[in-house]
């Protein structure tokens, strides 16, 4: 069983905050390969002015370039929210070992809601998912977000 308050988790939590403090929606991630960070970040879709700058399509572009190569298949992937159906299909093409996720995203979450993207016969590589790891204090860091913005 994953200690959910684990070293990395807690590393994307801290990402997720430093996101909030620059107004970005609180979401953080990290690669760990063979239990070592290869990399960390938070969603930056404001400051990059980038659409595609969700935490995840973030740190797995790191993830690649600190260990030059585009498949990741023995790194896991940390991330506070559940993922959407674009970094469903980018964890999947990048092909991470293990998924691991905060919170749940009924609305726009793609792995346990919507579409499924792994359950997919068209998806070529489906990670291990652990779900609910933090899941309350990521969870409150999101609703504190958006309520302060109502």
């Known amino acids: 069983m994953v200690d959910p308050f684990s070293e990395p988790m807690r590393l994307a939590l801290r990402e997720a905050r430093a996101a909030a403090d620059a107004g970005e929606v609180p979401v953080g991630a990290v690669v760990t390969r063979r239990g070592e960070v290869v990399a960390a970040a938070r969603n930056r879709m404001l400051s990059d002015a980038d659409p595609t700058a969700h935490a995840e399509m973030v740190v797995l572009r790191r993830a690649g370039a600190a260990l030059a190569t585009p498949r990741l298949d023995e790194c896991d992937l940390w991330v506070t929210l559940e993922p959407c159906a674009m970094c469903a299909g980018a964890i999947a093409l990048s092909r991470i070992r293990r998924l691991y996720f905060a919170a749940p995203d009924p609305?726009?979450?793609?792995?346990?809601?919507?579409?499924?993207?792994?359950?997919?016969?068209?998806?070529?590589?489906?990670?291990?998912?652990?779900?609910?790891?933090?899941?309350?204090?990521?969870?409150e860091l999101l609703r504190s977000f958006f309520a302060a913005r109502r």
């Open 107 to 139: 609305k726009g979450g793609a792995v346990l809601h919507g579409p499924r993207l792994f359950a997919q016969a068209t998806c070529h590589h489906a990670p291990e998912v652990y779900s609910g790891l933090c899941e309350e204090e990521a969870g």
